[in-house]
């Protein structure tokens, strides 16, 4: 069974920096892309960053420059380094792998990130 395993979430003050973790237990095949959403309370999903098997980065324009997603040296692990943090990326945040060759998408469970201002 697929799962995917998220950490780095917490609480931090405005202006600082968090890094965000997935790795993706139960398939041996590499995630055609893998990426990071976010979901305020009130709001709906939003996308934060993917990136592309290849390593082709896309961002939300509320984060570019100040977000940057990564692949591990591990077959599907994805990161994503937070800086600047605004009091605005306040949410839960996913971590979302896809399988385009079979149709398959996978979440993770969401970890919450919390900027005080």
């Known amino acids: 069974q697929v799962e995917l395993v998220e950490s780095g979430g917490g609480l931090v003050q405005a202006g600082g920096s968090l890094r965000l973790s997935c790795a993706v237990s139960g398939s041996v095949f590499s995630a055609t892309a893998m990426g990071w959403y976010r979901q305020a309370p009130g709001n709906e999903r939003e996308m934060v960053a993917t990136?592309?098997?290849?390593?082709?980065?896309n961002y939300a324009d509320s984060v570019k420059g100040r977000f940057t997603i990564s692949q591990g040296n591990m077959k599907n692990t994805v990161y994503l380094q937070m800086n600047s943090l605004k009091p605005e990326d306040t949410a839960v945040y996913y971590c979302?792998?896809?399988?385009?060759?079979?149709?398959?998408?996978?979440w993770g469970q969401g970890t919450q990130v919390t900027i005080s201002s």
């Open positions: 990136i592309t098997n290849g390593g082709s980065p």
């Open positions: 979302n792998a896809n399988w385009d060759t079979w149709g398959i998408s996978r």
